[in-house]
């Protein structure tokens, strides 16, 4: 095997280990990239080169951005009195892509998890608590995954804000727009008839 | 949008392009190379870029390389008498995977096509007619895909090599390794049971 190939091989066994590539799809990725080694493979060398010396995360709320702190701690029109925590930054992403949320976001990187030694230290869960004090925060959202880890560390969250005036919500749980019931899971159909609200 | 999370977006764009990844994919497979933009990034960053300047087609065959004459042609020890015609470098791959075949190959680079306005010329089948006669090969042994366009592309090559004293070949039709008839579609199993052979 000569250095050229060598070189493709390597490229293949990197992009492999993205998620949602095998090691037949890096093939083709890469196969497709060599073939467009002019349009798409040098800018997307380039971007990504870019991104790895720029990326950083937040000092603030752990969200990834290019500088000290991310654009939507930056923006002066967002509103401090409300924080949205979520697991990880692309479920940020979510939810910025629904543009229902004008507050701030917080990114615990994770849940609580016994099994994985995984503690509130590791979360930025006590950085969570010092923002609530510092930014004056009426409002504490818990965007955590519908999961047991996630709703653990919702529990813990919560049980943790107890006495310091700060409201904690949740986001509702019921039949998502556009379900069908019959392909709902049976859970999901419980929450939804728990929180059942009046139609008058 | 800054210029932090433009960068990042336009890079999810990028990756959105690649076969294989859809918009949803990419943001995972950024978000993933983000939070290891050490490790994995970087580096994947520096193999692309290495690769997008250095690859290019073999002249003989169309294999991909970094040399004028890919690995497989300069390759002493592989038989010039047998040249083994590929649609597509991945195909070429698969063949070497296989580990069977000792000759050179020929890589058309698709398949004719009356529909896409593929002729031969579009195709390196002229280029494979030069190196049966330049490189006094024996057999071309025609390992393109099963499709019609695939089977077309094939007959049309063997009719350009009739009376040239070169023998065509294809590969067998059958019963894959490890193949339940239960799974197999007809055709396979009709061109099974045509190519049935004696056990004796």
Redesign the interface.
């Known amino acids: 095997?000569?250095?050229?190939?060598r070189?493709?091989e390597?490229?293949i066994e990197?992009?492999a280990?993205?998620?949602?590539?095998g090691p037949r799809?890096a093939?083709?990725?890469?196969?497709?990239?060599?073939k467009k080694?002019?349009q798409?493979?040098?800018?997307?060398?380039?971007?990504?080169?870019?991104?790895?010396?720029?990326?950083r995360e937040c000092a603030a709320c752990g969200n990834?951005?290019?500088?000290d702190l991310?654009?939507i701690c930056r923006d002066p029109k967002r509103a401090t009195g409300e924080i949205c925590v979520v697991e990880?930054?692309?479920d940020l992403?979510a939810m910025e892509r629904g543009q229902a949320f004008r507050g701030r976001y917080h990114v615990l990187g994770g849940t609580l998890s016994a099994l994985d030694a995984v503690g509130p230290e590791e979360l930025r869960i006590p950085r969570l608590i010092a923002r609530t004090r510092d930014e004056n925060v009426r409002e504490v959202i818990l965007a955590l995954n519908a999961t047991v880890d996630g709703q653990t560390t919702a529990h813990y969250i919560a049980e943790a804000l107890e006495g310091t005036g700060v409201s904690v919500t949740s986001l509702a749980q019921g039949v998502p727009i556009g379900g069908e019931l019959d392909y709902l899971d049976d859970g999901t159909i419980q929450a939804a008839l728990r929180a059942r609200k009046s139609v008058q």
């Not at 083709?28 to 060599?34: E, G, K, N, T």
């Open positions: 095997m000569s250095d050229a190939t070189d493709i390597a490229l990197l992009m280990r993205l998620p949602g590539l799809s093939r083709r990725a890469v196969l497709h990239l060599i080694r002019g798409v493979m040098a800018p997307l060398a380039r971007a990504m080169a870019e991104v790895a010396t720029s990326a990834i951005g290019t500088a991310c654009d990880d930054v692309a992403w």
